[in-house]
């Protein structure tokens, strides 16, 4: 019985990539085990459809394909009419056409807002993990400032503040959105920091920035995925309820402001104007979090024991 | 000892938090156009503009003008809100106690079903009332308050006319004294029962509607620590004592299940707060938050400002209390095991 | 299979059983198939006995340990067939009628569970509630089968909430009933009572201090005290069979031993009988009468501590005894046993061991070896090689050497 010794060997990239692709078919059969993640993908797959077909589906009669049509010759008509499978609004806006297009400013501001926190919260978190000391505590404590203020209420203000525009719900979500990205990849590089093996990597002469390439940001891909995705599903919750209180532009074709619109005519029985775009909201968060928390399953999983 | 530690720490970044709140708040104010616009109100005149001008040091630095604005803050001064068109401190405490009202009804709600959901859920892992609760869980997480609101207004007003909108039927209401403006509350005092079921009555489908989100959070969080524990050894320990499932589910599974779920609350309390925003508006609720959308529709700087700081330092100071509970309930944490 | 053979007793002194395990078999549910963990086991548990139950890590003798009392899982775990035997003194006093405890009614496993059989864990501190104090949790297992006793002790009629709650079967409303005047002084006495024979209990276990150790948390104690709590807890009821599940192995080598000293110094006093697991063989060898030895979910061979020791008749046991480093080998050396645990997901008929074996021949890999006993044997061992015409020679390291034609 005699140890085998095992010299060490240089992976190629070639290879290395191999390995990765392998990874990640194995990570999503493993995901798409869990049949509740394949409904929300389904969903999800639906609605980014809908969001891109949505000028072949609908026929706009506005200069702007994002504000409901107004149609003022067919006000408040019930799901069924002839026409409108989902009814009409008080100005004569179709709710099919709505909720169709509905999904595609959804998919635009999450997709936009998404993308700018996690850029921001790269950026903030790997200066604070890299520089460390002073730049560290200070940016920190800044998160911690902005994670003293509720989300929603913090969005609200500053939107309110800079001005009701679809522009603005934007900008104020990325403003509020972007810490929690900052953390996980801080933390990422302080657990990397830790690791003898940065010495012995530094002892041979990497860089720092390789490091940073080499171990933290593929470790950290995972968490920010998840919250990625999660995200994505709240973000437009977020927007929507921003809308519905007011800071949008009024006749957008945006499921918050339908369901605003449509509150007025409640107590008179006219229930298809709010709860239909409302619904969408509610299917579109579901669908994005069914699918963030298959993934978390199985990307970041909590051994439960027997 | 380590505890102390811990909380005297917390206490210390505490002021500092605050403080980098009302610079944020204090920086909107100067985003949002003209300096001294939660001081103006539609009667002063330019004699008063001015003053108030020279008064806040608009023509100083910013961190003057931080400074003056702080200590108006202090001493009370938080501004004239054009939707109530009176102080902002004048008009706060009545619909606090509405608001608070609304939160904590809300809040019981969800402790008690959460946490009973959660047992229940966890002591049948992976069994159907699992899978359902589950479903009840993730549907919590993504649903959209307004959207809720309405379809329960649309079903249980609309047609079936079981609940009312509103805080209080107007004759009920101003029949009783109103020392706490907690209309409960007032209702128990002034022993009118007709004035408590009024309240409650009012108060159902808010809070069911305010709750539902958190109670999901809450459910979700019991049953995963309840699973956990279920799997620690001293759980099979028990059994090997011969105690009867129900006991070891109670005396211990249970009971430490609860510490990391008191971790949820803190949360849940951050949700409760920014939920009633939408929920006032839709149940027409006199309270802070519905104050809030009007002043955010109207431009009453004044109001948002004051609600933002109230609510960022309020839910600090629970999150603190909450942190300090959980240290000190849980014993493993205090000795970093 | 044939139950396994008692090794050579008089005819008149069948010896008094606790406890007989026939032909277990545990199996769990697992992603990957079904683990066999348990496969046909079977040994005896004989009266105010030391059993040392031993095996490497993942040999299902933890397994065997916890169906004793149910204590497995199931799902993923499926109590796929066996009995296990047990004679309580009770029962040994009225007719000798044994039960089978994996048939028993749950509600009356319960009855027995801390109170005639009784079990130890390996990690002390995982095994109490970090989060309760040491009082209260003894004093569970006093309340929960010894309430007569404590009742016995309060004067006048006792009221029937209180009687309840000795039984732990109070509700949350009876709960709060307790805390008002008339029940409080009842509950309070009970609560004296109850106090007093937890501290007679750990005071047995020779803690020091017993009532401030019972106003303890359990992170406040070290491991050794925490294992003497776990101890005076198991043998609160007296029970006529202890399972100790490796109690010293999570313990430093100073403490392991005075533990070890108070189990036995207990068992003798108590008369109780020891299921004693471990993988530790020179452990096992001190502190058991006897000895079976546990490989891949069945067992090796069974037999009198020195027996076993010294005959090492099994191959695998041998492999374990020649692992363990001692004087007379020469230095530098370390003999391991070669290959691996077999994957015990259905397994095929066929020795467990035979992969590793230095002795196997080809119907070792067809056929599983029954346990019992053979010609020429001390003990009852399951292995191919001591069918007939076999022989066992002295080998070049001193040890036995199989002669028959090997791999």
Request: aromatic fraction near 8%; glycine fraction near 8%.
């Amino acid at each position: 019985m005699v140890d085998v010794v095992v010299p060490p060997v240089r992976i190629s990239v070639g290879s290395r990539l191999a390995v990765r692709l392998r990874r990640f078919g194995e990570v999503a059969r493993e995901v798409l085990r869990n049949p509740a993640t394949v409904v929300g993908l389904f969903v999800i797959v639906a609605m980014i459809g809908m969001a891109l077909l949505a000028p072949v589906l609908t026929e706009a009669n506005t200069p702007d394909p994002y504000q409901m049509p107004r149609d003022w010759g067919a006000l408040n008509e019930p799901p069924g009419t002839p026409g409108f499978p989902l009814g009409t609004t008080s100005h004569g806006g179709d709710v099919l056409y709505g909720v169709i297009w509905g999904s595609r400013t959804s998919l635009r501001l999450s997709l936009i807002v998404v993308g700018a926190t996690v850029t921001i919260g790269l950026i903030i978190g790997s200066l604070a993990g890299f520089l460390g000391g002073k730049v560290d505590e200070i940016l920190m404590r800044v998160v911690d400032v902005f994670l003293s203020i509720p989300e929603l209420i913090f969005a609200l203000a500053i939107a309110a503040v800079l001005g009701p525009s679809f522009r603005n719900i934007i900008l104020a979500l990325a403003v509020v959105f972007w810490v929690k990205y900052a953390r996980l990849i801080r933390g990422q590089i302080i657990h990397v920091k830790g690791n003898d093996y940065v010495d012995a990597a530094r002892v041979i002469g990497d860089s720092r920035f390789s490091i940073y390439r080499r171990d933290v940001l593929p470790n950290s891909i995972t968490p920010i995925i998840v919250q990625a995705t999660l995200d994505m599903g709240h973000i437009v919750l977020v927007g929507a309820t921003l809308s519905f209180i007011g800071l949008s532009e009024a006749g957008l074709a945006e499921w918050g402001v339908l369901v605003s619109d449509g509150q007025a005519g409640i107590s008179a029985g006219r229930w298809w104007a709010s709860t239909f775009p409302g619904a969408m909201v509610f299917l579109w968060a579901l669908a994005f979090n069914l699918v963030g928390d298959g993934l978390r399953d199985v990307l970041d999983p909590r051994t439960e024991k027997r | 000892m380590q505890i102390r530690d811990y909380v005297l720490r917390r206490l210390m970044i505490l002021p500092l938090l605050v403080v980098g709140t009302s610079i944020i708040v204090f920086a909107l104010t100067r985003i949002g156009g003209s300096p001294i616009g939660i001081y103006l109100s539609h009667e002063m005149t330019p004699a008063e503009v001015t003053e108030l001008e020279e008064r806040f040091h608009l023509d100083d630095p910013l961190p003057v003008q931080y400074f003056y604005w702080v200590s108006g803050v202090l001493r009370g001064d938080l501004g004239w809100s054009g939707v109530a068109a009176a102080p902002v401190t004048q008009v706060f405490p009545d619909k606090l106690g509405a608001t608070m009202e609304l939160a904590v009804a809300a809040g019981i709600v969800a402790v008690v079903l959460g946490i009973g959901l959660g047992t229940f859920a966890g002591a049948r892992r992976n069994r159907l009332p699992d899978h359902l609760a589950r479903v009840f869980s993730i549907s919590g997480a993504s649903m959209p308050v307004f959207w809720f609101a309405i379809v329960l207004l649309i079903v249980f007003w609309v047609y079936l006319g079981w609940f009312p909108t509103g805080r209080s039927d107007p004759n009920v209401f101003g029949r009783i004294a109103h020392p706490t403006g907690i209309y409960t509350l007032d209702a128990i005092l002034a022993a009118d029962f007709r004035a408590f079921l009024d309240a409650l009555w009012h108060l159902t489908l808010p809070a069911i509607t305010l709750g539902y989100g958190t109670t999901a959070l809450i459910a979700r969080m019991m049953r995963s620590s309840l699973v956990e524990e279920l799997g620690e050894d001293y759980v099979d320990a028990a059994r090997a004592k011969g105690l009867p499932e129900r006991l070891v589910l109670r005396r211990h599974a249970r009971r430490n299940a609860l510490i990391p779920t008191v971790t949820v609350i803190g949360l849940s309390f951050g949700f409760l707060l920014q939920g009633t925003v939408v929920v006032e508006i839709i149940y027409r609720w006199p309270g802070l938050g519905r104050w809030m959308a009007d002043a955010v529709l109207r431009g009453d700087q004044a109001t948002i400002m004051a609600y933002v700081l109230f609510t960022s330092v309020l839910f600090l100071a629970v999150n603190l209390v909450v942190d300090v509970t959980y240290a000190y309930l849980d014993r493993r944490v205090v000795l970093g095991t | 299979m044939t139950p396994s053979a008692k090794p050579s007793p008089s005819p008149e002194r069948k010896p008094l059983l606790v406890a007989s395990v026939e032909d277990l078999a545990v199996h769990f549910q697992t992603k990957s198939g079904i683990v066999h963990a348990v496969d046909g086991v079977s040994f005896q548990i004989r009266d105010e006995e030391t059993l040392g139950l031993v095996g490497e890590t993942g040999c299902g003798k933890s397994v065997t340990a916890r169906s004793f009392l149910r204590l497995i899982a199931t799902p993923p775990g499926i109590f796929a067939g066996g009995r296990i035997l047990f004679w309580s003194r009770e029962a040994r006093d009225h007719g000798n009628k044994p039960i089978d405890l994996l048939t028993l009614p749950l509600a009356r496993l319960r009855e027995i569970r801390g109170n005639r059989i009784a079990m130890i864990f390996q990690d002390p501190g995982k095994s109490l509630n970090p989060a309760m104090p040491i009082r209260e949790q003894v004093a569970e297992v006093f309340y929960q089968h010894r309430s007569a006793e404590l009742l016995a002790g309060l004067n006048g009629k006792v009221p029937a909430t209180i009687r309840r709650h000795a039984r732990q079967q109070t509700t949350v409303a009876e709960r709060l009933l307790m805390r008002v005047p008339p029940l409080r002084s009842y509950g309070r006495k009970l609560r004296t009572r109850v106090d007093d024979m937890v501290g007679d209990a750990l005071a047995e276990t020779q803690i020091p201090n017993p009532r401030k150790i019972m106003a303890s948390y359990p992170h406040e104690l070290s491991g050794g005290m925490k294992q003497r709590v776990m101890i005076a807890q198991a043998l609160a009821c007296n029970p006529d069979l202890l399972i100790a599940d490796e109690p010293t192995t999570a313990l430093d080598v100073t403490v392991q031993a005075r533990i070890l000293e108070l189990i036995r110094d207990l068992q003798q006093r108590r008369r109780t009988s020891v299921l004693y697991i471990s993988h530790d063989l020179s452990l096992v060898k001190r502190i058991c009468d006897r000895v079976a030895v546990m490989y891949a979910g069945r067992i090796a061979e069974v037999g009198t501590s020195g027996s076993v020791f010294e005959e090492h008749l099994h191959p695998y046991t041998r492999g374990l005894l020649a692992a363990i480093p001692a004087r007379a080998h020469t230095r530098g050396e370390l003999a391991a046993i070669e290959g691996t645990v077999p994957e015990l997901v259905e397994p095929p008929p066929s020795c467990r061991f035979h992969t590793r074996c230095r002795y196997a021949v080809e119907l070792c890999s067809r056929e599983d070896p029954p346990l019992r006993g053979h010609a020429g044997t001390s003990h009852p061992v399951a292995c191919f090689g001591y069918e007939s015409a076999n022989e066992w020679h002295a080998g070049p390291d001193g040890m036995p050497d199989l002669e028959a034609p090997t791999r």
